[in-house]
Protein backbone atom coordinates (compact mmCIF):
# COMPACT_ATOMS: atom_id res chain seq x y z
CA UNK A 1 0.00 0.00 0.00
CA UNK A 2 1.83 3.34 -0.94
CA UNK A 3 -0.73 5.78 0.84
CA UNK A 4 -0.51 9.14 -0.94
CA UNK A 5 1.90 9.72 -3.62
CA UNK A 6 3.01 12.89 -5.58
CA UNK A 7 5.09 13.88 -8.78
CA UNK A 8 7.22 15.20 -9.43
CA UNK A 9 9.01 15.46 -6.69
CA UNK A 10 10.98 18.26 -7.63
CA UNK A 11 10.48 20.80 -11.05
CA UNK A 12 12.54 23.93 -12.09
CA UNK A 13 9.66 26.03 -14.05
CA UNK A 14 10.02 29.20 -15.44
CA UNK A 15 7.93 31.91 -15.02
CA UNK A 16 4.23 31.94 -17.11
CA UNK A 17 4.71 28.21 -17.46
CA UNK A 18 1.43 26.09 -16.49
CA UNK A 19 2.09 23.25 -14.33
CA UNK A 20 0.46 20.54 -12.57
CA UNK A 21 1.27 18.46 -9.41
CA UNK A 22 -0.17 15.30 -9.47
CA UNK A 23 -1.83 13.66 -6.11
CA UNK A 24 -2.73 10.14 -5.61
CA UNK A 25 -4.00 8.23 -2.64
CA UNK A 26 -5.18 4.41 -2.23
CA UNK A 27 -6.44 4.52 1.00
CA UNK A 28 -10.00 5.59 -0.01
CA UNK A 29 -10.00 8.70 2.00
CA UNK A 30 -13.30 10.91 1.45
CA UNK A 31 -11.26 14.63 2.02
CA UNK A 32 -7.97 15.73 0.35
CA UNK A 33 -6.15 18.67 0.98
CA UNK A 34 -3.25 20.99 -1.11
CA UNK A 35 -0.76 22.87 1.67
CA UNK A 36 2.43 24.62 0.88
CA UNK A 37 5.15 25.34 3.17
CA UNK A 38 7.54 28.22 3.02
CA UNK A 39 10.20 28.57 5.43
CA UNK A 40 8.92 30.63 8.87
CA UNK A 41 5.72 29.63 7.96
CA UNK A 42 3.38 27.40 9.05
CA UNK A 43 1.82 25.13 6.26
CA UNK A 44 -0.98 26.69 4.46
CA UNK A 45 -3.92 25.39 3.14
CA UNK A 46 -4.32 25.90 -0.83
CA UNK A 47 -7.75 23.90 -1.99
CA UNK A 48 -9.24 21.16 -0.36
CA UNK A 49 -11.93 18.61 -1.28
CA UNK A 50 -14.53 17.19 1.02
CA UNK A 51 -15.53 14.15 -0.81
CA UNK A 52 -15.36 13.60 -4.74
CA UNK A 53 -16.62 16.30 -6.88
CA UNK A 54 -16.85 18.88 -5.01
CA UNK A 55 -13.77 21.38 -3.98
CA UNK A 56 -13.19 24.52 -1.61
CA UNK A 57 -10.92 26.95 -1.56
CA UNK A 58 -8.25 27.06 1.32
CA UNK A 59 -6.16 30.46 3.05
CA UNK A 60 -4.39 31.27 -0.11
CA UNK A 61 -6.04 29.92 -3.30
CA UNK A 62 -5.14 32.69 -5.95
CA UNK A 63 -3.04 31.46 -8.54
CA UNK A 64 -4.03 27.48 -7.65
CA UNK A 65 -6.71 25.68 -9.01
CA UNK A 66 -7.46 22.06 -8.52
CA UNK A 67 -10.04 19.35 -9.48
CA UNK A 68 -11.39 15.70 -7.97
CA UNK A 69 -13.10 13.93 -10.47
CA UNK A 70 -12.47 10.51 -8.80
CA UNK A 71 -12.04 9.62 -5.01
CA UNK A 72 -7.84 8.71 -5.43
CA UNK A 73 -6.94 12.30 -7.50
CA UNK A 74 -6.79 15.84 -6.44
CA UNK A 75 -4.42 17.42 -9.01
CA UNK A 76 -2.87 21.04 -8.34
CA UNK A 77 -2.79 23.23 -11.29
CA UNK A 78 -0.34 26.55 -11.80
CA UNK A 79 -2.00 28.43 -14.08
CA UNK A 80 0.82 30.89 -14.80
CA UNK A 81 3.43 30.25 -12.07
CA UNK A 82 4.80 33.22 -10.29
CA UNK A 83 7.88 33.13 -8.82
CA UNK A 84 6.31 33.74 -5.27
CA UNK A 85 4.96 30.34 -5.82
CA UNK A 86 8.17 28.69 -5.41
CA UNK A 87 7.41 26.21 -2.01
CA UNK A 88 7.44 22.85 -1.10
CA UNK A 89 3.82 21.94 -1.65
CA UNK A 90 2.14 18.81 0.02
CA UNK A 91 -0.91 17.02 -0.79
CA UNK A 92 -2.87 15.68 2.21
CA UNK A 93 -5.51 13.29 2.71
CA UNK A 94 -8.23 12.31 5.65
CA UNK A 95 -11.08 9.57 6.24
CA UNK A 96 -13.36 12.82 6.17
CA UNK A 97 -13.59 16.19 6.90
CA UNK A 98 -13.82 16.27 10.70
CA UNK A 99 -11.27 15.21 12.89
CA UNK A 100 -9.99 12.54 11.01
CA UNK A 101 -5.82 12.63 10.98
CA UNK A 102 -4.77 13.81 8.14
CA UNK A 103 -1.70 11.99 6.10
CA UNK A 104 0.86 13.51 3.92
CA UNK A 105 2.58 12.86 0.45
CA UNK A 106 6.37 13.22 0.73
CA UNK A 107 5.93 16.52 -1.14
CA UNK A 108 7.00 18.43 -4.31
CA UNK A 109 9.80 20.56 -4.64
CA UNK A 110 8.98 23.71 -7.32
CA UNK A 111 11.14 26.85 -8.01
CA UNK A 112 9.69 29.16 -10.47
CA UNK A 113 12.72 31.61 -11.94
CA UNK B 1 -7.82 36.21 14.09
CA UNK B 2 -6.60 32.60 13.97
CA UNK B 3 -3.04 31.98 15.48
CA UNK B 4 -1.07 29.43 16.78
CA UNK B 5 2.45 30.02 18.32
CA UNK B 6 5.21 28.22 19.05
CA UNK B 7 8.89 28.39 19.79
CA UNK B 8 11.14 28.27 16.83
CA UNK B 9 14.00 26.48 17.86
CA UNK B 10 14.94 24.30 21.45
CA UNK B 11 18.25 22.11 22.19
CA UNK B 12 17.92 19.56 24.56
CA UNK B 13 20.54 16.55 25.65
CA UNK B 14 20.03 13.09 24.56
CA UNK B 15 18.62 11.17 26.79
CA UNK B 16 16.79 14.10 28.85
CA UNK B 17 13.21 15.43 28.70
CA UNK B 18 12.27 18.58 26.60
CA UNK B 19 8.75 20.30 27.14
CA UNK B 20 7.31 21.68 23.55
CA UNK B 21 4.55 24.53 24.34
CA UNK B 22 1.98 25.65 21.76
CA UNK B 23 -0.81 28.37 22.32
CA UNK B 24 -3.99 28.64 20.08
CA UNK B 25 -6.82 31.08 18.86
CA UNK B 26 -9.06 29.49 16.40
CA UNK B 27 -12.49 30.36 15.43
CA UNK B 28 -14.11 27.45 17.53
CA UNK B 29 -12.12 24.52 18.33
CA UNK B 30 -11.83 21.11 16.93
CA UNK B 31 -8.90 19.47 18.51
CA UNK B 32 -5.19 20.31 18.65
CA UNK B 33 -2.73 18.22 16.63
CA UNK B 34 0.73 17.40 17.19
CA UNK B 35 3.18 16.60 14.04
CA UNK B 36 6.69 15.62 13.61
CA UNK B 37 8.14 16.43 10.46
CA UNK B 38 12.35 15.25 9.96
CA UNK B 39 14.09 17.68 7.40
CA UNK B 40 13.33 17.39 3.60
CA UNK B 41 10.54 14.50 4.73
CA UNK B 42 6.31 15.03 5.11
CA UNK B 43 4.91 15.79 8.36
CA UNK B 44 3.54 12.61 10.28
CA UNK B 45 1.15 12.75 12.80
CA UNK B 46 2.27 12.34 16.56
CA UNK B 47 -1.06 12.88 18.74
CA UNK B 48 -4.35 14.43 18.78
CA UNK B 49 -6.06 15.61 21.76
CA UNK B 50 -9.85 17.48 22.20
CA UNK B 51 -10.45 16.97 25.73
CA UNK B 52 -8.48 18.46 28.81
CA UNK B 53 -5.69 16.66 29.49
CA UNK B 54 -2.68 14.28 29.36
CA UNK B 55 -2.41 11.90 26.20
CA UNK B 56 0.59 9.45 26.84
CA UNK B 57 1.94 7.26 24.11
CA UNK B 58 4.81 5.69 24.30
CA UNK B 59 8.03 8.26 24.89
CA UNK B 60 5.65 11.38 23.56
CA UNK B 61 2.94 12.87 25.40
CA UNK B 62 0.68 15.79 24.80
CA UNK B 63 -1.36 18.47 27.03
CA UNK B 64 -4.36 20.08 26.40
CA UNK B 65 -5.65 23.09 28.09
CA UNK B 66 -8.80 24.25 26.43
CA UNK B 67 -9.46 27.08 28.80
CA UNK B 68 -6.19 27.88 28.54
CA UNK B 69 -5.73 27.42 24.86
CA UNK B 70 -2.31 26.06 25.99
CA UNK B 71 -0.81 22.70 24.65
CA UNK B 72 2.89 20.69 25.18
CA UNK B 73 4.14 18.07 23.63
CA UNK B 74 6.73 16.15 26.09
CA UNK B 75 9.04 13.85 24.63
CA UNK B 76 11.26 11.47 27.35
CA UNK B 77 14.63 9.65 26.85
CA UNK B 78 15.18 11.91 23.97
CA UNK B 79 17.05 9.84 21.46
CA UNK B 80 19.09 11.54 18.24
CA UNK B 81 16.68 10.53 15.68
CA UNK B 82 13.92 12.93 17.60
CA UNK B 83 15.81 15.62 15.88
CA UNK B 84 12.97 16.99 13.79
CA UNK B 85 10.25 19.87 13.83
CA UNK B 86 7.39 19.49 15.64
CA UNK B 87 4.78 20.75 14.19
CA UNK B 88 1.11 21.83 16.05
CA UNK B 89 -2.03 22.82 14.54
CA UNK B 90 -5.38 23.22 16.14
CA UNK B 91 -8.80 22.79 13.96
CA UNK B 92 -10.83 25.17 13.72
CA UNK B 93 -15.21 25.30 13.47
CA UNK B 94 -14.62 24.50 9.63
CA UNK B 95 -12.48 21.09 10.43
CA UNK B 96 -9.90 23.34 8.86
CA UNK B 97 -5.92 23.05 10.62
CA UNK B 98 -4.36 26.02 11.37
CA UNK B 99 -0.59 25.05 11.24
CA UNK B 100 1.78 26.97 13.58
CA UNK B 101 5.46 27.05 11.81
CA UNK B 102 7.08 24.71 13.86
CA UNK B 103 9.27 24.33 16.61
CA UNK B 104 12.77 22.78 15.36
CA UNK B 105 14.35 20.85 18.18
CA UNK B 106 17.86 19.95 17.90
CA UNK B 107 19.35 17.07 20.22
CA UNK B 108 22.97 16.92 21.35
CA UNK B 109 24.92 14.36 22.81
Known amino acids: IAGITQAPTSQILAAGRRMTLRCTQD?????MYWYRQDLGLGLRLIHY???????GKGEVPDGYSVSRANTDDFPLTLASAVPSQTSVYFC????????????FGPGTRLTVL | GQNIDQPTEMTATEGAIVQINCTYQ??????LFWYQQHAGEAPTFLSY??LDGLEEKGRFSSFLSRSKGYSYLLLKELQMKDSASYLC??????????WGAGTKLIIKP
Open chain 2, 49 to 50: NV
Open chain 2, 89 to 98: AGMDSNYQLI
Open chain 1, 92 to 103: ASSGGPGTDTQY
Open chain 2, 26 to 31: TSGFNG
Open chain 1, 27 to 31: MRHNA
Open chain 1, 49 to 55: SNTAGTT
